[in-house]
């Protein structure tokens, strides 16, 4: 079986040589590249098109959740795993909603990030075992929501967050002020957002639009 390919993202030398000692003990597994630097980090990726990227989220210079994007640009088919010090809510919250597939805790044993690895690998999402089933449920729904959004809907979404009045979005798109108050009403009940800030922090977390 072709082992799964892994490029290893840390700045911390210690820490990165640690994980691919640990990583290089199991035949499943084989690390493709390593960094401790962002943009080449990047041209690693970019080149060797891992299936699976483990991405440290305190990155100096630009955040793990900042390279999140990047990464899905040059490497699509990429799976992101972080990996963080911090095992509370919010930053699992954080990295999910910005595209992340994985979210493992450093101090984690080395089979919970091997099941990590092999889960995202294989489509699956990883999150800690502290942290509720609900954030998961909650993310894969939103996913879901969001992917039912037709494309009029998701350019009335942009264009709104982008800070554009429905009169210019209306021009923009060749449809009526009242067209464009209905798809926004459709698109706030898809995803179960109440107003136009909430609209936006919506989007920022998941790409849409940045700030």
């Known amino acids: 079986m072709k082992p799964i390919e892994v490029v290893l993202v840390d700045d911390h030398h210690l820490v990165r040589n640690g994980l691919v000692a640990l990583l290089g003990l199991h035949a499943e597994i084989k690390v493709v590249g390593d960094s401790g630097n962002a943009e080449e980090a990047l041209r690693i990726i970019g080149e060797r098109q891992p299936e699976v990227v483990l991405l440290d989220i305190a990155m100096p210079g630009m955040t793990g959740f900042q390279l999140i994007g990047r990464i899905q640009e040059i490497a699509e088919n990429s799976r992101i795993i972080m990996l963080s010090m911090h095992a509370d809510q919010e930053h699992v919250n954080s990295a999910l909603g910005l595209g992340a597939h994985g979210y493992v805790v450093k101090n984690a044993a080395t089979e919970e990030l091997i099941l990590a690895i092999r889960t995202v690998r294989h489509g699956g999402i990883w999150i800690p075992s502290g942290i509720s089933r609900d954030v998961l449920n909650a993310y894969l729904e939103r996913e879901r929501k969001s992917r039912e959004l037709t ?6 979404l942009a264009m709104t967050v982008e800070g554009k009045r ?5 021009y923009e798109l060749g449809i009526s002020v009242k067209t464009v108050e209905t798809y926004r009403t459709q698109i706030m009940n898809k995803l179960g957002i109440q107003d136009i800030p909430g609209l936006v922090r919506y989007a920022i977390r998941n ?4 700030m």
């Open 151 to 156: 494309a009029r809907q998701a350019a009335v």
């Open 166 to 170: 429905t009169k210019e979005i209306a």
């Open 207 to 210: 790409g849409i639009c940045e």
